[in-house]
Nanobody, 123 residues
Framework: QVQLVESGGGLVQAGGSLRLSCAASGRTFSWYAMGWFRQAPGKERGIVAAISWSAGSTYYADSVKGRFTISRDNAKKMVYLQMNSLKPEDTAVYYC????????????????WGQGTQVTVSS
């Protein structure tokens, strides 16, 4: 069992940066692949980035490649999403999720979810 709590969202101007954090509880956190997803009003939840349990593999949605970086610290049970060069289209609720199996870009594969944190990018 893993509980996830996101933080770090907020309002930022276009071109700015934010760092999202996801704090996990549970003894087996290091076994899980982790992902960041986002959902804008009227749109489906979609992958932003994912990272394998060892951090040896990462995945990024095309729309964020070169701007966002996912990382994790298994000792601290934390996952991070550094977001640079933010655009208004990045506005969404961002969710942290844990996958018991392997790194995946599908939200159907993830077993545990946080409550989400709002990111708003003004133009």
């Amino acid at each position: 069992q893993v509980q996830l709590v996101e933080s770090g969202g907020g309002l930022v101007q276009a071109g700015g940066s934010l760092r999202l954090s996801c704090a996990a509880s549970g003894r087996t956190f290091s076994w899980y692949a982790m992902g960041w997803f986002r959902q804008a009003p009227g749109k489906e939840r979609g992958i932003v980035a994912a990272i394998s349990w060892s951090a040896g593999s990462t995945y990024y949605a095309d729309s964020v490649k070169g701007r966002f970086t996912i990382s994790r610290d298994n000792a601290k049970k934390m996952v991070y999403l550094q977001m640079n060069s933010l655009k208004p289209e990045d506005t969404a609720v961002y969710y942290c999720a844990a996958d018991r199996h392997s790194l995946s870009d599908s939200h159907y594969e993830y077993d545990y979810w946080g409550q989400g944190t709002q990111v708003t990018v003004s133009s």
